[in-house]
């Protein structure tokens, strides 16, 4: 069966410092993956999706950036952290053609 | 104007009862429609997709209305583990791309 991984589960990090959060699948080959932001009383907002390794789409401006350097493997980076990339953020996987997407436990980031 | 819009609630109601939730979406090219809930500091979780027909899946149904651009999700015989936030989801013609709407919360009380 697939199962997806997320980590860390949450973190807490100044203003100004770096940001990498992971995100594995399991039991799946060339998902279609996806990173989404959900900000309080907000809904879940796509950032970046990748449809292979090395592929990214960027859905919004922003001082994030991600990498897919396996198949399943994909990363969310920021060189600096803003106050306004607090939330949670979620990774989710389909299988190409499918409209189903599956999502991991997700990172609670806090900016202070 | 957001391109999904739900009401906010919180629905607060006892156990047994029916609850309807509705959902607008605002593109009228989307082509799929879905129903996620989310428990409290938890990921969203795929509930039921919404077909043109209508559906039912045990104590739920989904409606859709192409015309009004308007989703509904009908729960009956509400129990306290539904308690949890409910989220409407698009996804438009020909993008992977799925659009949320910031979700419903219902809390069912004994």
């Known amino acids: 069966s697939q199962t997806i991984h997320q980590w860390p589960a949450t973190l807490v990090q100044p203003v100004g410092s770096p940001l990498s959060l992971e995100c594995t699948v399991e039991?799946?080959?060339?998902?279609?993956l996806y990173w989404y932001r959900q900000a309080a009383g907000r809904g879940l907002q796509l950032l970046f999706y990748?449809?292979?390794?090395?592929?990214i789409s960027s859905e919004v401006p922003q001082n994030l950036s991600a990498s897919r350097p396996q198949d399943r493997q994909f990363i969310l980076s920021s060189k600096k952290l803003l106050l306004s990339d607090s939330g949670f953020y979620l990774c989710?996987?389909?299988?190409?053609?499918?409209?189903?997407?599956?999502f991991g436990p997700g990172t609670r980031l806090l900016v202070l | 104007r957001k391109e999904v819009e739900q009401d906010p609630g919180p629905f607060n109601v006892p156990e047994g009862a029916t609850v309807a939730f509705n959902c607008t979406y605002s593109?009228?090219?989307?082509?799929?429609f879905f129903w996620y809930r989310q428990d409290c500091r938890k990921e969203p979780k795929l509930l039921m997709s919404?077909?043109?027909s209508g559906n039912e899946d045990g104590r739920f149904t989904a409606q859709l209305n192409r015309a009004s651009q308007y989703i509904s999700l009908l729960i009956r015989d509400s129990k306290l583990s539904d308690s949890a936030t409910y989220l409407c989801?698009?996804?438009?013609?020909?993008?992977?791309?799925?659009?949320f709407g910031a979700g419903t919360r219902l809390a069912v009380h004994p």
């Open positions: 989710a996987w389909s299988v190409p053609g499918s409209e189903t997407q599956y």
């Open positions: 039991g799946t080959s060339n998902p279609n």
């Open positions: 990748s449809v292979g390794i090395g592929q």
């Open positions: 593109n009228s090219a989307s082509q799929s």
């Open positions: 919404v077909y043109s």
């Open positions: 989801v698009v996804r438009e013609r020909g993008y992977n791309k799925l659009i």
